[in-house]
């Protein structure tokens, strides 16, 4: 049984020891600590700052100029921070609405290949559904296969693939003269009956 959750103080330790991982795979911003101007360190002694930081990307008036509204929600199960999924109600620029879409997600690297993926996609799914939306774009790479079947079980429709340019590549830490491309599906969200 997992859930969603907003960030909360509650999961301090899972999920300082689920952000270690992150970084020890290389990928130090998909709790988005160094986006908010975090590392490691600081968020062991700062955790109450960067939940609040965190939180605010939810809303337009906290935002810094030029930033997207962003609501992030921590899955959680048996207690602990298993990963986290964000949810971009507006597709307000064109890197969003081109490569970055609505939804995105990560599983903590030790609990993957556990259907926590597929799960947190269906439960993001059903908070998208709450705010309002009624499709919405997802997208992963063209090498990213785990990714692709999570979003071909919630029912993503394939729409197109584009290529990803060079400066985008290297932003997520890829050779620069890699062959990837970006994939984009769409799901419809039938409307829950009152
Ligand atoms: C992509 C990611 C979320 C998958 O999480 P997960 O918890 O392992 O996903 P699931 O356990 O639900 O697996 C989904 C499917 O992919 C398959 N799969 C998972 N890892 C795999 C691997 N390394 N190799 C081959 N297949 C794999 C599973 O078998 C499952 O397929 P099935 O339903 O046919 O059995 C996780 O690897 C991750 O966080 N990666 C880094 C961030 C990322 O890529 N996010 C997506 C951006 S679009």
């Not at 879409?101 to 799960?119: A, D, F, L």
């Not at 997208?139 to 584009?162: F, H, V, W």
């Amino acid at each position: 049984m997992c859930f969603l959750t907003r960030p909360s103080e509650a999961y301090r330790d899972s999920f300082l020891s689920g952000a270690a991982e992150f970084c020890a795979e290389g990928r130090t911003d998909s709790t988005y600590a160094e986006f908010l101007g975090y590392d490691q360190k600081a968020l062991e002694r700062h955790f109450g700052d960067f939940v609040h930081d965190l939180l605010n990307l939810a809303s337009d008036d906290a935002l810094p100029r030029g930033w997207q509204q962003d609501q992030v929600f921590w899955l959680i199960g048996g207690g602990q921070y298993l990963g986290q999924t964000s949810i971009r109600p507006h597709l307000s620029s064109r890197y969003l609405l081109t490569y970055g879409g609505h939804i995105g997600y990560s599983i903590r690297p030790s609990r993957r290949r556990q259907g926590y993926g597929t799960r947190i996609l269906a439960l993001a799914l059903e908070e998208a559904r709450r705010l309002g939306l009624q499709r919405v774009l997802i997208t992963c790479n063209s090498d990213n296969l785990p990714s692709k079947r999570i979003i071909e079980q919630n029912g993503g429709r394939y729409e197109s693939a584009m290529a990803m340019p060079a400066h985008l590549l290297r932003a997520e830490g890829r050779s620069a003269n890699g062959q990837v491309d970006k994939l984009r599906y769409w799901i419809e969200l039938v409307p829950q009956p009152a």
